[in-house]
Every structure is written in C-alpha cells, then in structure tokens.
T-cell receptor, first 113, second 112 residues
C-alpha cells in the first residue's frame, strides 16, 4: 500500500529564514505526490504536485518541493518564511490505480516574527 | 476559494441520530471524494464517486453511505451516530485528466 510519513509534528522557523517540511514516501511504481496546507477552520488548499519530470516542483505562495527518488523524499521548501505561512501542512500520495489520496499525519509550521 | 461547497458548516447532534452532509463539486468536475479528519485517525479517505457511480471505498463504516446525483452533487449519510464519529468531513472534487483534488471547507460534526 502507498504511504507517506511526516517525521516532524512541528517545525519552528523565524520569519525571513528558509523553511523545510519533510516528507518521505513508500510506493510501488512511480509516485504521484502532493502537498496541501490547512489553515485554522479552513479546508485543505492544494500547493503543488509531482508526477514526473523535474525534481524541483514549484507551487503556490512561493512554495516548492524537491523530489528525491534515491531518498524516497518529497520535502516542501520555501526560501523565506512569512508569519502567514503558519499552518498545518500535509503530504499525500495517490494510491496506485485508485485516485484516492493517502495523507501523512501533518506537520504544524510555526513562523515567528 | 476552491469552488467546492459543503453544507452545513457545523452540525451538532446526539448519539443514535442520522445526519446528511452535502457537497457540490467544482463546475466540470465529475469525481467527488469524501474524507474524514479526526484527531486520532488523521485524514482518511471514505469513498469516491465518479459521474454518479461508486468508484472506490476506503475506511467507511457500514453505518455511513453516500451517493452522487445526476447534477453531480453528493451527499454523505451518517446514521446511528456515535461519539467517535465527531470529526471534520471534507469533500473534494477533480476532473478525470488532472490528478490533484480540490477540497471544500468541510463540515464539522459534533456528536454529543
């Protein structure tokens, strides 16, 4: 079965510093990977996806993610964090032939002023 | 705003009751997915419909059922509610040629 793991419950970073939110995956075949963000009392917002091609994927709000096949990782990055980036971030993988998404446990990002 | 709408936003009910959650997908999206988000289980896939037909089932209890209507809106029915059913229920939609799903704002269900 496809799965993703987010090893950090929380990531703390100062505003203006680069941020990384980690995700590792376990899939059979080629992975379809996603990042979503959830703000308080809001639904999940799609940030970016990796299907194939360039290992560096650019997404919304200045976020990008690096796909690393040898390390089976798909880490979310941003060069300069904003306080408004504080939210819950989910990594997800599409489950093979089905289109359902399998989510990680989420990582809370806290950006301090 | 993703374009996916869900009603109601909040629902408070008692154990043993039945509720219906409604979802309208984005215009043109044929697939609807239901997910449950709870503190102990995280985000879990429940069920998918495509153009009116059930396509995939996940960890959906027998007390739960769903359907997708000809106008493509979907309803999730939860019956014989238990305290443990308290959660956020999300609906998402997608088009066949795109892999990303777009989520609605969710319905927060509280079972007392």
């Amino acid at each position: 079965a496809q799965s993703v793991a987010q090893p950090e419950d929380q990531v703390n970073v100062a505003e203006g510093n680069p941020l990384t939110v980690k995700c590792t995956y376990s899939v059979s075949g080629n992975p379809y990977l996603f990042w979503y963000v959830q703000y308080p009392n809001r639904g999940l917002q799609f940030l970016l996806k990796y299907i194939t091609g360039d290992n560096l994927v650019k997404g919304s709000y200045g976020f990008e993610a690096e796909f690393n096949k040898s390390q089976t990782s798909f880490h979310l990055k941003k060069p300069s964090a904003l306080v408004s980036d504080s939210a819950l971030y989910f990594c997800a993988v599409r489950d093979g032939g089905f289109q359902k998404l399998v989510f990680g446990t989420g990582t809370r990002l806290l950006v301090s002023p | 705003d993703s374009g996916v709408t869900q009603t109601p936003k909040h629902l408070i009910t008692a154990t043993g009751q039945r509720v219906t959650l409604r979802c309208s997908p984005r215009s043109g999206d044929l697939s609807v997915y239901w997910y449950q988000q709870s503190l102990d289980q995280g985000l879990q896939f429940l069920i998918q419909y495509y153009n009116g037909e059930e396509r995939a089932k996940g960890n959906i209890l027998e007390r739960f059922s769903a359907q997708q209507f000809p106008d493509l809106h979907s309803e999730l029915n939860l019956s014989s509610l238990e305290l443990g059913d308290s959660a956020l229920y999300f609906c998402a939609s997608s088009v066949p040629h795109r892999v990303e799903q777009f989520f609605g704002p969710g319905t927060r269900l509280t079972v007392l």
